[in-house]
């Protein structure tokens, strides 16, 4: 009912910057929040970034003032624009949405597949 195809990870050099985004298609009604989350190897997966509908964004201590989150209504597409990257934000990054999609409608939690991002030191 709601696909997500993620892209933009890959290998960088710490200090440098990557931008993920994550696109929504599908029977989609509408799109609450939208975020990213990341997994490191060893750990659990944790929030990195999320948005409302509104605009409201949040962002785990850790990447406050390195990372900004935007989306694109229109495209059904949210960003992740992340900067001065560290050895430690290295993981696999996915995408959720929380939409309202198919017939009859319903409240979904949607995951993409992730993507990797390694940073080197």
């Known amino acids: 009912q709601v696909q997500l195809v993620e892209s933009g990870g890959g290998l960088v050099q710490a200090g440098g ?3 993920l985004s994550c696109a929504a298609s ?3 009604f509408s799109i609450n929040a939208m975020g990213w989350y990341r997994q490191a190897p060893g750990k659990q997966r944790e929030l990195v970034a999320g948005i409302t509908s509104g605009g409201s964004t949040n962002f785990a201590d850790s990447v ?3 990372f900004t989150i935007s989306r694109d209504n ?3 597409t949210v960003y992740l624009q992340m900067n001065s990257l560290k050895p430690a934000d290295t993981g696999v990054y996915y995408c ?3 939409a309202v999609a198919g017939i009859p409608l319903k409240n979904l ?3 993409g597949q992730g993507t990797l991002v390694t ?3």
């Open 109 to 111: 939690k949607v995951w």
């Open 64 to 66: 406050k003032g390195r």
């Open 17 to 19: 910057s990557l931008r």
């Open 74 to 76: 229109a495209k059904n």
């Open 119 to 121: 940073v080197s030191s």
């Open 26 to 28: 599908g029977s989609i």
């Open 96 to 98: 959720n949405v929380d």
